[in-house]
């Protein structure tokens, strides 16, 4: 079956400028997250849904971070005012029930505020 | 909190020869998963092995195996008859399996760059 997908895949914007990223996780899968990864580094954990409820955003870095899961299926997290720092590849990643299972990872969106 | 630490950020290996790439994590907790996790340059992240700390046995996985020693919070991958498709990113990342805590949330180590030669 189809795996996690992410789009774009690629994002230039200005410093200033809102994007947003959308993830469609691999369908019936419970869980989804987001993870940030900077340039050279592992990735970092940034939110967590189980269905449409938001049950951990302690690693979304300011509050211009954002992320929704309105239907319990595809995720959009959106960057309000972006800056320099928030350039990285955004990973989404989902597992069929629980946390606990296996994570499936997207192709992940690139980033680039200039 | 957990921190992993990956202590080589280049390796390299010929074809057909055996690597193995290091990786140290430190917890206060008992039970817990490690994984190793496989980015190429497309950058879809795959599970390669995963442990679990309470089984005592290491994890295999056909080429890949890991050598887990709990007492020195140590977790290195073992790639066999390395193959010109195993170059790649790889990760180390631990995740707790206490139920009262994030046991859903993946910490990842930098990472190490395994190039194979032909």
Request: proline share 4%; charged share 20%.
């Amino acid at each position: 079956g189809a795996g996690v997908s992410q789009s774009p895949r690629y994002k230039v914007a200005k410093r200033g400028q809102d994007v947003a990223l959308r993830c469609d996780p691999i369908s019936g899968h419970v869980s989804l997250f987001w993870y940030q990864q900077a340039l050279g580094q592992g990735p970092e954990f940034l939110t967590y849904f189980q269905n449409e409820a938001q049950l951990d955003k302690s690693g979304l870095p300011s509050d211009r971070f954002f992320a929704e899961r309105p239907e319990g299926s595809v995720s959009t997290l959106k960057i309000q005012r972006t800056q320099q720092e928030d350039s990285a590849v955004y990973l989404c990643a989902s597992s069929i029930t629980s946390g606990r299972e296996t994570q499936y990872f997207g192709p992940g969106t690139r980033l680039l505020v200039l | 909190a957990q921190t992993v630490t990956q202590s080589q950020p280049e390796m390299s290996v010929q074809e057909a020869e055996t690597v193995t790439l290091s990786c140290t994590y430190d917890t206060s907790e008992s039970d817990y998963y490690l994984f190793w996790y496989k980015q190429p340059p497309s950058r879809q992240m795959i599970l390669v092995i995963r442990q679990e700390a309470y089984k005592q046995q290491n994890a295999t996985e056909n080429r890949f195996s890991v050598n887990f020693q709990k007492a020195a919070k140590s977790f290195s991958l073992k790639i066999s008859d390395s193959q010109l498709g195993d170059a790649a990113m790889y990760f180390c990342a631990y995740r707790s399996a206490w139920s009262g805590g994030s046991n859903y949330k993946l910490t990842f180590g930098k990472g190490t760059l395994l190039t194979v030669n032909p």
